[in-house]
């Protein structure tokens, strides 16, 4: 029976430390934990899905080598159904190394991201056969695009997870249904493509939504880790609406690790859409699975505990 998610995007082999606080320059610190598995906001987003009962296929590169087979070999345990588009290229997995602070469970982050990876054929659009949601994370843009087109034509739903602005965003957006922002994405200024930017305040927020909104999704929404999530909204008439949704509060102390916080939400909402809800229902839904997993470690460390509680 065919998935009715498929999740486009990066795979990374992600070597996780915690610590009690990051080094500074020329400085050696002791980790007390450490976890290698597959990350990489597609393939998180991915078994999300998964593990909330949603079969799901992910369109990624992970190709040959030592380190492929262990994010492969984790896919796997995961459930999740992987169409690799470069399986004989070797050593083109990103690595990311990523610092927990054990006290706040904040985390830095270093990654290669798909900078090795070689040019890729276009999917097939019979990859979409029974899909009722696509989600792509604006990594291999090739490829996203293709899914995307096939996925317009055929009435599915399209979310973007908007973690930063990158070269081909712009064309993405265009094919693009719904995008769900991170807080530190940024439209690029003139003569600057990497979208950087300071702290934007509740006005310069709803200015990014309606630039985003310009390019083509009717449903922009921007989180902002703990801190309420504004959306921006148009329907059939062309009528804009506006609401903000605060996620459930969580105390400092209970936070364990915000690693891939963002990848639940946009998991769990694609799962919900997926599912046939709403994308305002389906929000929420991926607001409240994404606080629920920083009381835990990783991305996916949530979903061993009882979901009855979440």
């Known amino acids: 029976m065919p998935?009715?998610?498929?999740?486009?995007?990066?795979?990374?082999?992600?070597?996780?430390?915690?610590?009690d606080r990051l080094p500074?320059?020329?400085?050696?610190?002791?980790?007390?934990?450490?976890?290698?598995?597959?990350g990489g906001p597609a393939a998180n987003?991915?078994?999300?899905?998964?593990g909330l009962g949603v079969p799901t296929t992910l369109v990624t590169v992970l190709g040959t080598g030592p380190l492929a087979?262990?994010?492969?070999?984790?896919?796997?345990?995961?459930?999740?159904?992987v169409v690799d588009l470069a399986p004989d290229a070797p050593d083109v997995l990103p690595v990311s190394t990523v610092l927990v602070t054990r006290a706040t469970g904040e985390r830095a982050?270093?990654?290669?991201?798909?900078?090795?990876?070689?040019?890729?054929?276009?999917?097939?659009?019979?990859?979409?056969?029974?899909?009722?949601?696509?989600?792509?994370?604006?990594?291999?843009?090739?490829?996203?695009?293709?899914?995307?087109?096939?996925?317009?034509?055929?009435g599915v739903p399209v979310l973007l997870d908007g973690g930063s602005w990158k070269p081909t965003t712009a064309d993405l957006l265009t094919v693009v249904d719904l995008a769900v922002l991170s807080g530190d994405f940024r439209l690029p200024a003139p003569g600057d493509a990497r979208g950087l930017g300071g702290v934007l305040d509740d006005e310069a927020v709803d200015a990014l939504l309606d630039a985003v909104a310009a390019y083509g999704?009717?449903?922009?929404?921007?989180?902002a880790?703990?801190?309420?999530?504004?959306?921006?909204?148009?329907g059939p008439d062309g009528a804009v609406a506006r609401s903000v949704l605060r996620p459930p509060a969580v105390p400092r102390g209970a936070v364990v690790d915000t690693l891939g916080a963002g990848?639940?939400?946009?998991?769990?909402?694609?799962?919900?859409?997926?599912?046939?809800?709403?994308?305002?229902?389906?929000?929420?839904?991926?607001?409240?699975?994404?606080?629920?997993?920083?009381?835990?470690?990783?991305?996916?460390?949530?979903?061993?505990?009882?979901?009855?509680?979440?």
């Open 217 to 223: 999704p009717s449903f922009v929404a921007r989180s």
């Open 45 to 50: 987003a991915a078994a999300v899905a998964v």
């Open 3 to 19: 998935a009715p998610l498929v999740c486009c995007g990066l795979t990374t082999l992600d070597v996780t430390q915690t610590l």
């Open 109 to 154: 982050v270093v990654s290669v991201n798909g900078a090795r990876t070689p040019r890729l054929p276009a999917p097939t659009a019979d990859l979409l056969t029974g899909v009722r949601a696509l989600l792509v994370d604006g990594h291999h843009p090739d490829a996203a695009m293709a899914l995307a087109r096939a996925a317009r034509a055929a």
């Open 263 to 310: 990848d639940v939400l946009h998991g769990a909402m694609a799962a919900a859409l997926a599912r046939g809800e709403g994308p305002s229902d389906a929000l929420a839904e991926g607001v409240r699975r994404a606080t629920a997993s920083v009381r835990y470690a990783g991305a996916r460390g949530w979903l061993g505990a009882s979901r009855d509680r979440f």
């Open 69 to 81: 087979d262990v994010a492969r070999g984790g896919l796997a345990a995961a459930g999740v159904a």
């Open 24 to 38: 500074a320059a020329d400085e050696k610190v002791v980790a007390d934990g450490l976890d290698v598995t597959f």
């Open 225 to 234: 880790g703990a801190g309420p999530v504004r959306l921006r909204h148009a």
